[in-house]
């Protein structure tokens, strides 16, 4: 069982950042591929980005490509989620999600995650 931690959320005027972490309560953090997600109220869960176990493979959504980052610190069991030139349609609960894999790949769909954070909240204000 693995156990992930979210934080820095909060809200931020349009234009600002935030960075997001995920600290992840595993010996072998770096068998997961890590993946943020967000869900706005009355939508669906969609994801945001995804990194591959060793850092070296990432995925954006085109929604979020060009002004989020996403890396991992596997010293530390920690991903990251850096948000640049956030909007408010960026408004939403972030959710942080872990999957063992024996390649080194992406996953880019929520189903295929195993474990989950309990999310931190991203609001944007106009």
């Known amino acids: 069982q693995v156990q992930l931690v979210e934080s820095g959320g909060g809200l931020v005027q349009a234009g600002g950042s935030l960075r997001l972490s995920c600290a992840a309560s595993?010996?072998?953090?770096?068998?997961?591929?890590m993946g943020w997600f967000r869900q706005a109220p009355g939508k669906e869960r969609e994801s945001v980005a995804t990194?591959?176990?060793?850092?070296?493979?990432?995925y954006y959504a085109d929604s979020v490509k060009g002004r989020v980052t996403i890396s991992r610190d596997n010293a530390k069991n920690t991903v990251y989620l850096q948000m640049n030139s956030l909007k408010p349609e960026d408004t939403a609960v972030y959710y942080c999600?872990?999957?063992?894999?024996?390649?080194?790949?992406?996953?880019?769909?929520?189903?295929?995650?195993?474990?989950w954070g309990q999310g931190t909240q991203v609001t944007v204000s106009s």
């Open positions: 999600a872990a999957k063992r894999l024996y390649a080194d790949s992406l996953l880019t769909s929520a189903t295929a995650y195993d474990y």
């Open positions: 595993t010996r072998t953090f770096i068998s997961y591929v």
């Open positions: 990194v591959s176990k060793s850092g070296d493979m990432t």
